[in-house]
C-alpha cells in the first residue's frame, strides 16, 4: 500500500491551512483572555462597593458566580424566593451543567446588583445576556452623591 506523498503545493495548502486555524485560535484565546481580565476586574470593584469582603473571589472561575449570588443578596441573605447565596450558586451550577440555561439564571442575578448599584434593570439583563460586556457601566458611578443601597 502506498501512502500519498506530500510535497510542493499540496504541502503549501496544508500548512497554510494549519497555520490560518492556529492564528484564528490564537485570536480567540487572545479575547477571552481579555474578556476575562475585564470582567473579573469590575466585577471586584463592584463587590467592593457593595461591601463584600470576599471580592477577590471575582478572579477565580465558576467561584465568581457565588460571589455575584452573595453581592446580589438582601438585607435577609436572600437572593431568590428565599433561597441563600449558596443555594442560589447550587442551584445556577446544576442549571448550567446540566440544562445549559445557566445564563438565564444570570438575568435576575444581574437585575438585583443593577438595582442595589441605583442601575436600570435593562442594564443587569443586557450585562447578563451579552456576558458582562456591560459591567463597566454597571460599575460607573452616574451621580458621586448617590450611595448604592446595600
Do not use: Q
Not at 504541502?11 to 494549519?18: E, K, M, P, Q
Not at 481579555?34 to 469590575?42: A, E, G, I
Not at 463592584?46 to 458566580?65: C, D, H, K, Q
Request: with cysteine; charged share 15%; proline share 4%.
Amino acid at each position: 500500500m502506498d501512502l500519498p506523498e506530500f510535497g510542493g503545493d499540496e504541502a503549501t495548502l496544508v500548512g497554510g491551512i494549519i497555520a490560518a486555524i492556529a492564528a484564528v485560535f490564537l485570536i480567540f484565546l487572545l479575547f477571552f483572555a481579555c474578556w476575562y481580565v475585564y470582567t473579573s476586574y469590575f466585577t471586584m470593584k463592584i463587590a467592593e462597593r457593595l461591601g463584600s469582603n470576599n471580592a477577590i473571589l471575582a478572579w477565580i472561575p465558576v467561584i465568581n458566580i457565588y460571589l455575584l449570588c452573595e453581592i446580589a443578596a438582601d438585607e435577609n441573605n436572600e437572593v431568590f424566593v428565599g433561597l441563600s447565596p449558596g443555594m442560589t450558586f447550587l442551584v445556577i451550577l446544576i442549571l448550567l451543567l446540566f440544562a445549559g440555561i445557566g445564563l438565564l439564571a444570570m438575568i435576575p442575578l444581574w437585575i438585583l446588583i443593577a438595582r442595589k448599584l441605583n442601575k436600570s434593570d435593562l442594564l443587569g439583563i443586557a450585562n447578563a445576556i451579552l456576558g458582562s460586556l456591560l459591567i463597566y457601566w454597571l460599575h460607573k458611578v452616574d451621580d458621586p452623591s448617590s450611595i448604592p443601597v446595600e
